[in-house]
């Protein structure tokens, strides 16, 4: 299983950014997907769950209204849409195969304010 990360930066508060995740190694149209970040101190937090079909999607109340989660099985990515965002939401965002241990390498989202 490979998970990679791309998209991260370094963004004003209010600015967007779009995290995209490629996935190999496993059957991608079979399984649901997240979106984690973490913050140096503190515990991963989900931020996004999409399922396999992209039927059934879930936000942390954080970021309900302006992040959205998609993807593409024929493609077999999962990208997350982050807009207004917040110096809070500043964070390493960790890409995940929903309920395993397969995670990306991180990429790392920077807002200033």
Not at 40 to 52: D, Q
Not at 70 to 99: G, I, W
């Amino acid at each position: 299983v490979q998970l990679v990360e791309t998209g991260g930066g370094l963004v004003q508060s209010g600015g967007s950014l779009r995290l995209s995740c490629a996935a190999s190694g496993f059957t991608f149209r079979r399984a649901a997907m997240r979106w984690y970040r973490q913050t140096p101190g503190k515990e991963r937090e989900l931020v996004a769950h999409i399922s396999s079909g992209g039927s059934t999607i879930d936000y942390a109340d954080s970021v309900k209204g302006r992040f959205t989660v998609s993807r593409d099985n024929a493609k077999n990515t999962v990208a997350l849409q982050m807009n207004s965002l917040k110096p809070e939401d500043t964070a390493v965002y960790y890409c995940n195969k929903a309920f395993t241990d397969y995670w990306g390498q991180g990429t790392q989202v920077t807002v200033s304010s």
